[in-house]
Nanobody, 127 residues
Framework: QVQLRESGGGLVQAGASLRLACAASGGTFNRFAMGWFRQAPGKEREIVAAINRNGVNTYYADSVKGRFTISRDNDKKTVYLQMNSLESADTAVYYC????????????????????WGQGTQVTVSS
């Protein structure tokens, strides 16, 4: 059983930065592709960024390109989301997810590719 725990959310002003972390337990982390998703009130869950098993390949939603960076530390079993130049539109609950059946260089960009999800962490950006 894989468990994911997000941390690092909070309330910040527009233009500020936050770094989210997602620590995994159970399973073999370096065999997981990882993704960050978010869900704002009244909206569907959407992908923010994803990273393949060894960190070589990444995917970003157009809305966050150039502002957010996804990375991973396989020794620490943790994936990160560095968020810079935050905007009010980034306000959402952020979830990390694990695709435990990922092929090495695959970067899954859809929610249905992921097998395990964290509980989420709230990010609120005030304008």
């Amino acid at each position: 059983q894989v468990q994911l725990r997000e941390s690092g959310g909070g309330l910040v002003q527009a233009g500020a930065s936050l770094r989210l972390a997602c620590a995994a337990s159970g399973g073999t982390f370096n065999r997981f592709a990882m993704g960050w998703f978010r869900q704002a009130p009244g909206k569907e869950r959407e992908i923010v960024a994803a990273i393949n098993r060894n960190g070589v390949n990444t995917y970003y939603a157009d809305s966050v390109k150039g502002r957010f960076t996804i990375s991973r530390d396989n020794d620490k079993k943790t994936v990160y989301l560095q968020m810079n130049s935050l905007e009010s539109a980034d306000t959402a609950v952020y979830y990390c997810a694990a695709d435990v059946n990922a092929i090495l260089y695959t970067v899954p960009a859809t929610a249905n590719a992921y097998d395990y999800w964290g509980q989420g962490t709230q990010v609120t950006v005030s304008s």
